[in-house]
T-cell receptor, first 112, second 110 residues
Framework: TQLLEQSPQFLSIQEGENLTVYCNSSSVFSSLQWYRQEPGEGPVLLVTVVTGGEVKKLKRLTFQFGDARKDSSLHITAAQPGDTGLYLCAGPRTGNTGKLIFGQGTTLQVKP | DTEVTQTPKHLVMGMTNKKSLKCEQHMGHRAMYWYKQKAKKPPELMFVYSYEKLSINESVPSRFSPECPNSSLLNLHLHALQPEDSALYLC?????????FGPGTRLTVL
C-alpha cells in the first residue's frame, strides 16, 4: 500500500522564521505535488516534482524531490503571515488509476 | 480558461432536502473528481469520471449521486443527507496525474 507520511502535522511560528515540511514514503512515486490550501478554499497546486534529486524554487519556497523519488521536502525561508494555510503533498497511485495519495497535511500558522 | 469553478460557494440544507452541487472546467481535461474534506484533513476521494463515464466510486453512500452531463460539467446530487456529511466538497479535474481543484462548496446539513 502506498502511503505518504507528512510531518509535522501542525506548526506555529513567528514571522521571519524558516521551516521545513517533510513528505516521506517507502514507495517510489513517479511524481509528487505540493498544494497550499487556505481556509474555506480549494487546494492550489504549488509545484510538481518529477525527477529524482530535483530542486524547484518558488520565491521563498524551495521544493526537493529525493534521489530515490520516495520523499520530498518543502522549505520556506523567512515565513510571512500570508504563508499560513494547510500544506498537502500528494502523489499518483501506481497503475494509472487517476487516484492521488495525500499526506496527512501540515497546518502552518505564521504569527506577525 | 485555466480554472475549475464550483457553485454554490455555501449551502445549508435540511436532512429531507434535495440539492445539487455543480462543477465546471474548460481546460479540456477528461478526468473529473469529487472529494469530501473535513477541517485540517486531506481531501477524501468520492468519485472519478473518466471520459464522462464513472470509473471509480469509493463506496460512497447512495445519498450522494454523481452525474457528468458532458466533458466540462460535473454534478453531485444530494438527498437525505446526515449532519456528519457537513464538509467542504471539492471538485477537481486532471491532465495526466496533475489535479486542479475548484474552490469548493461548504455544505452544512442541519
Amino acid at each position: 500500500t502506498q502511503l505518504l507520511e507528512q510531518s509535522p502535522q501542525f506548526l506555529s511560528i513567528q514571522e521571519g522564521e524558516n521551516l521545513t515540511v517533510y513528505c516521506n514514503s517507502s514507495s517510489v512515486f513517479s511524481s509528487l505535488q505540493w498544494y497550499r490550501q487556505e481556509p474555506g478554499e480549494g487546494p492550489v497546486l504549488l509545484v510538481t516534482v518529477v525527477t529524482g534529486g530535483e530542486v524547484k524554487k518558488l520565491k521563498r519556497l524551495t521544493f526537493q524531490f529525493g534521489d530515490a523519488r520516495k520523499d520530498s521536502s518543502l522549505h520556506i525561508t523567512a515565513a510571512q503571515p500570508g504563508d499560513t494555510g494547510l500544506y498537502l503533498c500528494a502523489g499518483p497511485r501506481t497503475g494509472n488509476t487517476g487516484k492521488l495519495i495525500f499526506g496527512q497535511g501540515t497546518t502552518l500558522q505564521v504569527k506577525p | 480558461d485555466t480554472e475549475v469553478t464550483q457553485t454554490p460557494k455555501h449551502l445549508v440544507m435540511g436532512m429531507t432536502n434535495k440539492k445539487s452541487l455543480k462543477c465546471e472546467q474548460h481546460m479540456g481535461h477528461r478526468a473529473m473528481y469529487w472529494y469530501k474534506q473535513k477541517a485540517k484533513k486531506p481531501p477524501e476521494l468520492m468519485f472519478v469520471y473518466s471520459y464522462e463515464k464513472l470509473s471509480i466510486n469509493e463506496s460512497v453512500p447512495s445519498r450522494f449521486s454523481p452525474e457528468c452531463p458532458n466533458s466540462s460539467l460535473l454534478n453531485l446530487h444530494l438527498h437525505a443527507l446526515q449532519p456528519e456529511d457537513s464538509a467542504l466538497y471539492l471538485c477537481a479535474s486532471s491532465l495526466d496525474s496533475y489535479q486542479f481543484f475548484g474552490p469548493g462548496t461548504r455544505l452544512t446539513v442541519l
